[in-house]
């Protein structure tokens, strides 16, 4: 058995300075990250609770006493941490916030504000008052956000390490998948295959849809006896070294039949197309729209109801959004984007298709950290000529 080769030391100075970059643009001279992706971005503390002040002298991680040993400790050793503090929350993590705030001299202070709870930011505010000086509060968007969207060279070497184990599982899944099983129990095999593999954690519950089930995109896994005929739509993903890796794969159980394979073929087409489209320089929704305008070529428009795909990183879904235009899907794609490509097609009285690869965006295109045969479907379709996706460099 060999094992992983170690890998380097994430860059966490490089990821605050960019942060204290954008203070200027979002008016603000410090901010708090308390988003907990964020938080593990900037300095690895990866414990439930927790705050960062950036500020352009500061740089103070503050923690609770379940977690101050281990955050002290790593900020010793870690030489890309030796520019951050770490003070204990003795109190309330508030308090300490406000004190490590007015100590810093912030006057404007960026709020993450979509992390933080109208409970924790009235706490906060209370807190400042207690202490006698009140820095304006200032809600801020996407300012970790942006900067995680383009993945470094060891946060790439986790992913594509996660790839290639997800993808050794997926190889496996075929055989789980039985006419008499339950999907749950086909799900309790794959969630084990996972951390067999060495997944730290699974990425989202897994999702095993078969029959009328698999034309709800997102069904739990049920009690259902998986019969002879199902399609049924395999969703499983895991956490390594902190990253989270997606990949989805359709199967129908025989005796198989035309119009399922029509639908497959038609999803599997979208996915080639999407995928095709990947390249830097155009908007996010322009492969969203590769699946969209092949799905529809083949009467399918009303049957994909949801994006084609998510960012993946320190969250499973984060961006960048690759849905219709508008919004974040308006992101241009950049290389070292990761994310997910997985048009589906669900009809009511037929069933559904998904097929989910993990991407990312090089200067030449596309590349797919995820290698596993989009057709397993069991024993040979009718119609068996869905294209063939070899990786694209
Ligand atoms: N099941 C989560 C996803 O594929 O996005
Ligand atoms: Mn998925
Ligand atoms: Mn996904």
Redesign the pocket.
Known sequence: VTSPPPLLEHPYSRRIAAVRGALGSAAIDGLLVTHPPNLRDLTGFDGSLGALLVSGSRCTLIVDGRYVTAARARAEVVPELRDVGVELAERSLEETIARVVLDARVEVLGIEAAATTLSRFNKLADAFAGAGAQPSLQPVERIVEVARLIKDAVELAALRRGAAMLSDVAREVPSFVKAGRTERQVAGRIDSALREAGFERLAFETIVASGPNSALPHARPSLRTLTPGDGVVL?F?GVYDGYCV?L?RTVQLSPQTDAFGRLFDAVAAAHAAAIKAVRPGIAASAVDAAARESLAAAGLADAFMHGT??GLGLE??EEPRISRAGGHAEETLRPGMVF?V?PGAYVAGLGGVRI?DDVVVVEEGCEILTDVPIDQRLGSFPRSDAPGLAPRI
């Open positions: 969703d993903g997606d989805t795909g998510h499973v879904h997910t997985e989910e």
